[in-house]
């Protein structure tokens, strides 16, 4: 019998073979500039990339692929997404390669939504440049203010499903138990001691496990880690290939790692990300179950801390 580890190797190297990698090192991204089909896309703020960016690299800041201050997690709808990538001039055809900051593993949950999103929307050929904007300055590589235009594509994008978790799904799952949920937040707002400030209760999803999505890092590294490691941290994680698995967090930012450490590295085929996570989650008006939830004293000191810290920090 094969074991774990063995497993996702042969499944990483089936849904390598017939893709961009799914992480490029700088080296390997400068040597793909010169291809016309390679579109990197700077999604750090309009400011940062206007004072540097990769020779060529479009912009197109994180905020406008998520949703509204209620949910950030909620994914925005088709036409204003559809927008978007025909104004960067992506099309099937098209590598694209998202880059971040590359300031922390947080930032590089950022790369992973947007890379995500694109694939949602039916694009095939997705990298992200590991350790960001930051990895390719410690490189010694050329960055340039060089203003950019794109000639933008007619793409008319169609979501697949087969990548999104709906509410009801995961309630579905919640219900039947036949699903792993993976919580890739920190310990702190998994075991209900704290909360996202969009949501409305703290706790976690009945049956959820913890795998927080820096386990994927080195310490204090922007980097992911290569492929057999990650096979190896798969290996003694509560993550199951053989399973059904949903990624999710508080709004689909530090889930996204998770999802893109399962789905594109490892090559798991059935993995899917809830996007509005426990965010949405939590204000659905009937009262959705949840798990690790602190007594309704404990949630008022929590409540009185997260305004305290927005009104005072």
């Not at 971040?100 to 050929?125: N, P």
Request: aromatic fraction near 8%; include cysteine; charge should be neutral.
């Amino acid at each position: 019998m094969k074991t774990l580890s063995a497993l996702f190797a042969g499944l990483a190297f089936v849904a390598q073979a017939h893709a961009a990698q799914p992480l490029l090192s700088p080296e390997e991204l400068q040597a793909r500039l010169a291809d016309p089909q390679v579109r990197v896309i700077d999604i750090r703020d309009a400011k940062s990339y206007e004072a540097n960016h990769i020779p060529g690299a479009v912009n197109a800041p994180y905020g406008q692929w998520r949703g509204p201050a209620s949910n950030p997690g909620e994914l925005p709808a088709l036409p204003k997404l559809t927008q978007l990538v025909q104004r960067l001039g992506l099309s099937p055809t098209s590598h694209a390669v998202v880059v971040s900051s590359g300031a922390d593993a947080t930032d590089f949950g950022a790369s992973a939504r947007v890379y995500w999103t694109l694939k949602v929307l039916g694009l095939k050929e997705l990298s992200i440049l590991n350790g960001g904007v930051g990895g390719w300055r410690q490189a010694k590589l050329p960055l340039s203010k060089d203003v950019v235009s794109v000639v933008a594509s007619s793409f008319q994008p169609a979501l697949d499903m087969s990548l999104i978790a709906t509410k009801e799904e995961v309630a579905q799952h919640v219900k039947a138990g036949d699903a792993v949920l993976v919580d890739a937040r920190p310990e702190n707002f998994f075991n209900g001691q704290t909360r996202a400030p969009a949501a409305k209760v703290p706790g976690t999803l009945p049956g959820a496990v913890n795998f927080r999505h820096d386990k994927w890092f080195a310490a204090g590294s922007s980097s992911f880690v290569p492929a057999d490691q990650a096979r190896q941290i798969a290996a003694s994680s509560p993550i199951d290939p053989a399973k059904e698995t949903v990624s999710f967090c508080n709004t689909g930012h530090w889930a996204a790692t998770n999802w893109f450490a399962m789905s594109e590295v490892l090559g798991q085929k059935n993995v899917k990300l809830y996007a509005g996570s426990m965010t949405e989650w939590s204000q659905d008006p009937s009262g959705l179950p949840m798990a690790n939830v602190p007594s309704r004293v404990s949630q008022l000191l929590i409540d009185a801390k997260i305004w305290s810290d927005k009104t005072f920090k």
